[in-house]
């Protein structure tokens, strides 16, 4: 499992799988912003599930779900919300130099 450092802004309509890792209240979650986080061969599953907690301030359990469907889809959708919460997420991640992506409508 590999993540690196690229974060960028691109138009995607979320999921309903996406609009499930909602992070921040609101009632319209489509004009919310996503964190997208990609697969890499660098760091170990406790490296990326640690970061996750520090990032998206979640519990284990969640964190544990987001890196398997890391590393077995290649990215995950790790938190749904407003564009300057999803930019601090997004920096957190990058703190060990994981990809992510910051993805809106």
């Known amino acids: 499992m590999i993540f690196s450092v690229s974060t960028s802004l691109s138009a995607t309509r979320p999921t309903p799988e996406t609009r499930q890792t909602e992070q921040s ?3 319209d ?3 919310a912003y996503r964190v997208v986080l990609y697969n890499d061969e660098e760091h170990t599953f406790d ?3 640690s970061q996750i907690i520090k990032a998206v301030q979640c519990n284990r359990q969640k964190a544990e779900r987001c890196t398997w469907e890391v590393h077995t889809k290649g990215r995950s959708v790790v938190f749904v919300g407003m564009i300057d919460r ?6 957190v991640l990058e703190e060990i130099a994981l990809k992510t992506e910051i993805q809106t409508d």
């Open 47 to 49: 490296e990326v599930i």
């Open 25 to 27: 209240s609101g009632p």
């Open 86 to 91: 999803c930019i601090k997420v997004s920096a």
């Open 29 to 31: 979650l489509l004009d």
